[in-house]
Nanobody, 114 residues
Framework: VQLVESGGGLVQPGGSLRLSCAAS????????MSWYRQAPGKEREWVAV????????NYADSVKGRFTISRDNAKNTVYLQMNSLEPEDTGVYYC????????WGQGTQVTVSS
């Protein structure tokens, strides 16, 4: 089983990034997918979730209206489009799969700074 995040980097406040998480080794379409993040010195927090077939989504209040989670079950990939980024969005972003089992990716660093 693998979850491989990509797309992180350094961006200025107000900018955008699109994260991707490529999954393998399990039946992707049977798993709800989430993004979490962990800022320096803080606990990991949930950011967004999408249901297994992509019908439903939900977001943390801190990102609602700015971030969009989506998935492509044909490509076994989940995305997080992040717009209007703020310094408070800085952290390591993790992909999470939840179904019969729970899987985590290794994370990708997002830094929002001028």
């Amino acid at each position: 089983v693998q979850l491989v995040e990509s797309g992180g980097g350094l961006v200025q406040p107000g900018g955008s990034l699109r994260l991707s998480c490529a999954a393998s080794g399990f039946t992707f379409s049977r798993y709800a997918m989430s993004w979490y993040r962990q800022a320096p010195g803080k606990e990991r927090e949930w950011v967004a979730v999408i249901t297994s077939l992509g019908v439903g989504t939900n977001y943390a209040d801190s990102v609602k209206g700015r971030f969009t989670i989506s998935r492509d079950n044909a490509k076994n990939t989940v995305y997080l489009q992040m717009n209007s980024l703020e310094p408070e969005d800085t952290g390591v972003y993790y992909c999470n799969a939840r179904g019969a089992n729970v899987y985590w990716g290794q994370g990708t660093q997002v830094t929002v700074s001028s």
